[in-house]
């Protein structure tokens, strides 16, 4: 059964750089066939996608306002996803969760899709 584990959540002042992974395991096809998203949800908000990649061919797509302070990237080697995230702002506070889908040309668009699998998510506080 797949499987999604995020780490690397914590406490940082504002500045502050945290990375995040995800790790993935239990999927039916090969890691390369897939798309993973990061996606936060702070309370009382709505979950909002972050970035997301398409791991065949490496592509990715960012929130606009994470564009230039978050970078997604992947060991396709280690079935992982991260997350490097710099500049960290409190409006950055979250759970963050990833998620994966399978895609059927493995080199599709990553974004506006829907998700299959989903990790538990990992908090993110970031204080002023």
């Known amino acids: 059964e797949a499987q999604l584990v995020e ?3 914590g406490l940082v002042q504002a500045g502050g750089s945290l990375r995040l992974s995800c790790a993935a395991s239990g999927f039916t096809f090969d890691f390369d066939e897939y798309a993973i998203g990061w996606f936060r949800q702070a309370p009382g908000k709505e979950r909002e996608a972050v970035a997301c990649i398409t791991l065949s061919i490496g592509s990715t797509s960012y929130l606009d306002s994470v564009k230039g302070r978050f970078t997604i990237s992947s060991d396709n080697a280690r079935n992982t996803v991260y997350l490097q995230m710099n500049s960290l702002t409190p409006e950055d506070t979250a ?14 668009d990553c974004g506006f899709r829907l998700y299959d ?3 538990q998510g990992t ?3 970031v204080s002023s």
């Not at 759970?95 to 599709?108: E, G, I, N, P, R």
């Open 123 to 125: 908090q993110v506080t």
């Open 95 to 108: 759970v963050y969760y990833c998620a994966a889908d399978h895609l059927y040309y493995k080199t599709s």
């Open 117 to 119: 699998y989903w990790g």
């Open 7 to 9: 780490s690397g959540g």
